[in-house]
């Protein structure tokens, strides 16, 4: 059977059977970082990786802007547990022809991304890779209280940070217009701005976080999944990106905002936040659009095989 | 300018130069992992990649092999800090085609080595690779005095923790024969057994150390560059591997055994390492054969590009 059959999550799965955690405190595969009990505080480590051609396309994505977008999405990962990130190491996988001068760009876009968030590039490795560039980071950082996806109560509210779709919206006019049309919807693409500050806030009293990498669909699938819940979403109470669908939002992707939940009595003075539903004890995800029609969520996300 | 032309060490001291770390106790890129002091200890974290077509070759490499060998060379790095390897991470790179299987026998590898060094697998990443399949893996760990690369004085011995040239004397036996003449140097080079116990030993005495996987002639050029010093060889008291060629030790690379320097004092106790050169206040490394004839270095080690 070939991995395309199972798909991603199949096999993420698959793999996490095999390698399931005991110790007090540590948290394994299967949020967005792993949670690691050591000397008395809880430290935070998460990975992710770019490919060529897979997840950014070189016509119309700069060197500089990959470089930038490897950093943010770990950032991002950090920022869902309500933590704080410190220290990344950087893995390129290079064809011989690779131009030293794009290396530089790749760690400039690296280096502005590290200074804009406070954190120190401190380790690596550099490899041939025959054909394709991919580029995987490892990102360590601390929090105090880690948030994971598995908290979340029937009655909770679910709650979006920043708008939806902007990237997906983005990507449509980048495939289209190549970067001549560029605006704050290209932008998200290519330089997302994940919500460091903003998880530290939520973290306080949020009952479960994720990023936003894989779409609003996935967001919800994965709470509900991790805490054995159910989810009703308001999808009138998106808020959208300009010129982005309700399907953008529900299955494009890549905004690095955060979805959480909370309590209703911790939300009433929650500034810069968007109520879009609410935790059930049904165990299944239904959407009701603006004229109160229900229908069930479209589950589609980025799935990579 | 082609990244080919700078080399594999010439981009990573590019790289360096623009990620300098000043916080104390903290070590960034330039060892064989890096140094992070946390809540009052020292952690250590460390990434390995290998690549298809680069690293290893599905002609006569078990995916198996590959899943215990990507977990080796990471404990590697663990063990020349002297440390306890504790937990990693794995990023999978697969193209649509790969099969489930395969993915199994990768992770069975994983987990063995894991079972035998005692590591647990909390997280990772699986993304779509157009061609090449790679591996990356990222491991934490901890210890009590971090073993450096930059601490051998003048006076001080160079010596090594088992025997040289097995891995690379093995590669040539599979690329000649494949699997039909299985042996110690053909098991040296598919399953390599990292010093972990070995290290965590040394780490109580040793200068400097550095695993030994880009020959040792890269290690003693790290040692001597790190630590600012010189040093000579005697070519003549090398344990080399049954079958393998004084080239193969200096610069087959893959041993993944441990080369450390330490005040002669220190070791009169000490069992089943050889001694095999000094550290000199010379900034030269000369190697000298059995017949007292000196002579440069050849350093070729492996390099990427």
New interface residues.
């Given amino acids: 059977?070939?991995?395309?059959?199972?798909g991603?999550f199949g096999?993420?799965d698959?793999?996490k059977s095999?390698?399931t955690?005991k110790?007090k405190g540590?948290?394994?595969?299967g949020d967005d970082?792993?949670v690691?009990p050591?000397?008395?505080?809880d430290?935070l480590?998460?990975?992710?990786?770019?490919?060529e051609?897979?997840?950014f396309d070189r016509k119309y994505t700069k060197m500089r802007e990959v470089g930038w977008k490897i950093a943010a999405v770990n950032i991002s990962d950090i920022a869902a547990m309500g933590g704080y990130a410190?220290?990344a190491?950087v893995?390129l996988?290079?064809k011989?022809?690779?131009?030293?001068?794009d290396?530089?760009e790749i760690?400039k876009g690296i280096?502005q991304a590290f200074k804009t968030y406070g954190i120190?590039?401190?380790?690596?490795?550099?490899?041939?890779?025959?054909?394709?560039l991919?580029i995987?980071m490892?990102m360590?950082g601390?929090c105090k209280r880690p948030v994971l996806r598995s908290g979340a109560k029937p009655g909770d509210v679910i709650a979006t940070v920043g708008i939806l779709g902007a990237s997906a919206a983005g990507l449509k006019a980048l495939k289209k217009y190549g970067r001549k049309k560029p605006g704050n919807n290209t932008r998200a693409h290519l330089l997302p701005m994940p919500m460091l500050e903003q998880g530290q806030k939520l973290s306080g009293f949020a009952t479960s976080m994720i990023d936003n990498s894989d779409g609003l669909a996935r967001c919800i699938i994965e709470i509900c999944k991790e805490s054995r819940v159910g989810a009703i979403i308001s999808l009138g109470s998106l808020p959208l990106a300009k010129g982005a669908t309700i399907d953008d939002a529900l299955n494009g992707g890549e905004d690095y905002n955060l979805i959480f939940t909370a309590r209703k009595k911790d939300m009433k003075d929650v500034k810069g936040v968007t109520v879009i539903g609410e935790i059930t004890s049904q165990k299944n995800i239904i959407a009701v659009d603006k004229n109160g029609k229900k229908m069930k969520v479209r589950i589609k996300g980025f799935e990579?095989?």
């Fill in positions: 059977m070939n991995i395309s059959r199972l991603e096999l993420i698959r793999i095999g390698f955690v110790t540590l948290v394994g595969i970082a792993a690691i050591f000397a008395g505080k430290l480590i998460t990975t992710d990786t770019m490919v051609n897979v997840h410190k220290y190491l893995t996988g290079l011989d022809s690779f131009k030293v001068k290396v530089d760690y280096s120190k590039l401190i380790g690596g490795d550099i490899v041939r890779s025959p054909k394709d991919f995987t490892d360590v601390e990579h095989f």
